[in-house]
């Protein structure tokens, strides 16, 4: 189970970093993904990375704000997230897939996790 926390409310322009924990990410086999959705909308991909840590993707929306890293030490996925406005406001969840390679589909993943809420709000 996937374990994610960091989540909460933020000033526009200002700055979170979410966490996610999963034994599994002692493994270099596992691609790890941050997805988010907001209320009626379909769930999207936000950003990942391979199982070899050195190649991340992030969507045209969060590029240049967000940053999804790894420490393998603590077993911890980040995402930290930068500049943030206000449609950056849903839920994130982290998503681990038994794939080496990155994907942007939710079909890429076998694991989530709960979510956190993230409000960006004046």
């Known amino acids: 189970q996937l374990v994610e926390s960091g989540g909460g409310s933020v000033q526009p322009g200002g700055s979170l970093r979410l966490s996610c924990a999963h034994s599994i990410f002692t493994s270099d086999s596992y691609s790890i993904g941050w997805f988010r959705q907001a209320p009626g909308k379909r769930r999207e991909a936000v950003s990942c990375l391979d199982s070899s840590g050195h190649r991340p ?44 390679s990155c994907s942007v589909h939710i079909s890429g993943y076998d694991d989530w996790g709960q979510g956190t809420q993230v409000t960006v709000s004046s």
Not at 64 to 88: C, H, P, Q
Request: contains cysteine; charged residues 20%; glycine residues 4%.
């Open 57 to 100: 993707i992030s969507v045209e929306s969060v590029e240049g704000r967000f940053t999804i890293s790894r420490d393998n030490a603590k077993n911890i996925v980040y995402l930290t997230m930068n500049s943030l406005i206000t449609e950056d406001t849903v839920i994130y969840y982290c998503a681990a897939g038994s794939y080496p």
